[in-house]
Structure formats: C-alpha cells, structure tokens
C-alpha cells in the first residue's frame, strides 16, 4: 500500500528552523518525483518545493528561497524539508506527495497525499 507519513512539525519561534520528514511506504523514490506543500489556515493549497527523480529541486514558493531546501535518503525512503529562517506565514499543515518522474506546479497531478503535520510559528 502506497503511503506517506509526514512528521517534524511544531511550535518554533520566528527566526527558529525545523526539519520535516515525509516517510514513504509501499513504492521506491527511485521513479517518483515527490512534493512538499502546505496550507495555511483559509488559504488554498499551494506547492513549497519538489525534488525529482533524479534530486533535482523546484522551488514553487518564492516566500521560501533562500531559507528551505529539499532533500532526501533513498535508502530509507524518506524526503525532508529543512525549513530555517521561519516566519510566522510559515504557519501551515504540511503534505507531500508523489508523482510520476518530474516536479509540477500542478496540484491535482500528484497523489497519495499524507495526513500532513502542522508547523506553528509563533512567539
């Protein structure tokens, strides 16, 4: 059974980091291209980073440059988004998500979308 566990999330401080992991289960990475997304309270979903088939990386939010980065351990099939220089809009539930090969900016190409796990920043 294909599946996804994300984990990590928290109440941090502005300023603080936190490492998100999303653990998959039923499938090997090796063919998937797998998405970070998150939705903030009242606000649609939309796509924070992707890493490929091959490890390379799509950032979607420009809110996000230079501050989180994607990355992942084949062998223990597990994708993980470091998050630094947090900002209290970083206030959001966070998924990921998988899709065939290659990072798209399109929602509804992905599947198998986890519970997700929420991430607070706030003082």
């Known amino acids: 059974q294909v599946q996804f566990v994300e984990s990590g999330g928290g109440l941090v401080p502005p300023g603080g980091s936190l490492r998100l992991s999303c653990s998959a289960s039923?499938?090997?990475?090796?063919?998937?291209?797998i998405g970070w997304f998150r939705q903030a309270p009242g606000k649609e979903r939309e796509g924070v980073l992707c890493i490929n088939m091959y490890g390379g990386s799509t950032v979607y939010a420009d809110s996000v440059k230079g501050r989180f980065t994607i990355s992942r351990d084949a062998a223990k099939k597990t994708v993980y988004l470091q998050m630094n220089s947090l900002k209290p809009e970083g206030t959001a539930v966070y998924y990921c998500?998988?899709?065939?090969?290659?990072?798209?900016?399109?929602?509804?190409?992905?599947?198998?979308w986890g519970l997700g796990t929420q991430v607070t920043v706030s003082s």
């Open positions: 039923g499938f090997t990475l090796d063919y998937y291209a």
């Open positions: 998500a998988r899709r065939r090969n290659y990072c798209s900016n399109d929602l509804s190409a992905y599947a198998n």
